[in-house]
């Protein structure tokens, strides 16, 4: 079975800095182009950051560009976003996701896989 185990969501004050950690197993975690997605109460979900399968190109909504930085680690089956400078419009529950290709997609329809998703709550 494929699974995405997502963590280190958590309580930070405006301008604080998280990060999330999100383990894949039951995959050849090298093939596959790797997500972070959030969704805000009331909203639908958001891409936020992408890294293909490689680990070599990244992306990022404009939200949050400049001030997350996401990251993979293939010996450990484990993508990792690092949250920066967080504000209060960055709270959301934030998901990781996994798609069997090298290409990502900004479409949350693109990817088979997700993990339970992990809180992040800023205050201002």
């Known amino acids: 079975d494929v699974q995405l185990q997502a963590s280190g969501g958590g309580w930070v004050q405006s301008g604080g800095s998280l990060r999330l950690s999100c383990v894949v197993s039951?995959?050849?975690?090298?093939?596959?182009?790797v997500a972070w997605f959030r969704q805000a109460p009331g909203k639908g979900p958001e891409y936020v950051s992408a890294?293909?399968?490689?680990?070599?190109?990244?992306y990022y909504a404009d939200s949050v560009k400049g001030r997350f930085t996401i990251s993979r680690d293939n010996a450990k089956n484990t993508a990792y976003l690092q949250m920066d400078s967080l504000k209060p419009e960055d709270t959301a529950v934030y998901y990781c996701a996994a798609r069997d290709s090298f290409f990502h997609s900004f479409s949350d329809r693109e990817y088979a896989y997700w993990g339970q998703g992990t809180l992040v709550t800023v205050s201002s």
């Open positions: 039951g995959v050849t975690f090298d093939d596959y182009c």
């Open positions: 890294t293909n399968s490689g680990g070599g190109t990244s």
